[in-house]
């Protein structure tokens, strides 16, 4: 059964400071991954997928992430936090050959430190 | 440019009052559409989805149904609603097939007293 794990509920890094969001997942064929934001209140926003393109992808408000095969792993970071980060920060996964299903990770509160 | 929109945005409700929340999309033809509920501090449970006009699946027994009446037009709905029932709504959209990310509203927030 495919499944996504994210590591830490909750992570706070100080302004300035590098951003690392752990996610994993489980399958037997890589997935399409993604990773997206929420702010209080609002819906869901996407920051970046993987697509089995590139394996680094690039995304928006400067985060990033790195597919690892060997690792199953899809993590999210960024060099420098701002305030604005500060947010709900979810991992996905849909498997490629089943279309419909999107697997949602429990989600790692992010808070910014000034 | 394709649009989500979800209503109401915030909803009390007593127990055992029906529930109606609307989601419609526009901009795309046929898209897949799922109902998402987030319980405070939780992730996201899958509620419904949909690939078709009438077609629904359901992921999880319960309380609540969904409905398919017009391609870009998803309803969940209750007949009588429970205090477990309330959440966080959130409905979203993707273009069928391919790679394509889900895109979701800006959610509904119930409370059922």
């Known amino acids: 059964a495919q499944s996504v794990t994210q590591l830490g509920s909750h992570v706070s890094v100080s302004e300035g400071a590098l951003v690392l969001l752990r996610c994993n997942y489980s399958s037997s064929v890589p997935p399409y991954l993604f990773w997206y934001v929420q702010y209080p209140n609002q819906g869901l926003q996407l920051l970046l997928k993987?697509?089995?393109?590139?394996?680094l992808v690039k995304g928006i408000n400067g985060f990033e992430a790195e597919f690892k095969k060997s690792e199953t792993s899809f993590h999210l970071t960024k060099p420098s936090a701002h305030m604005s980060d500060a947010a709900e920060y979810f991992c996905?996964?849909?498997?490629?050959?089943?279309?419909?299903?999107?697997?949602f990770g429990t989600g790692t509160s992010l808070t910014v430190i000034p | 440019s394709q649009t989500i929109h979800q209503w109401p945005a915030t909803l009390v409700q007593p127990v055992g009052s029906p529930l109606s929340l609307e989601c419609t999309v526009e901009g795309t033809s046929n898209p897949n559409l799922y109902w998402y509920r987030q319980a405070a501090g939780r992730g996201l449970q899958l509620l419904f989805y949909?690939?078709?006009?009438?077609?629904i699946s359901s992921e999880v027994p319960q309380n609540l149904s969904a409905s398919r009446p017009q391609d870009r037009q998803f309803i969940l709905s209750s007949k009588k609603l429970l205090l477990s029932d309330s959440g966080f709504y959130l409905c979203?959209?993707?273009?069928?097939?391919?790679?394509?990310?889900?895109?979701f509203g800006e959610g509904s927030r119930l409370t059922v007293l």
């Open positions: 949909s690939v078709g006009i009438g077609q």
């Open positions: 979203a959209w993707r273009l069928a097939g391919g790679t394509g990310e889900l895109f």
């Open positions: 996905a996964a849909r498997l490629s050959n089943t279309g419909n299903q999107f697997y």
């Open positions: 993987y697509t089995s393109a590139a394996t």
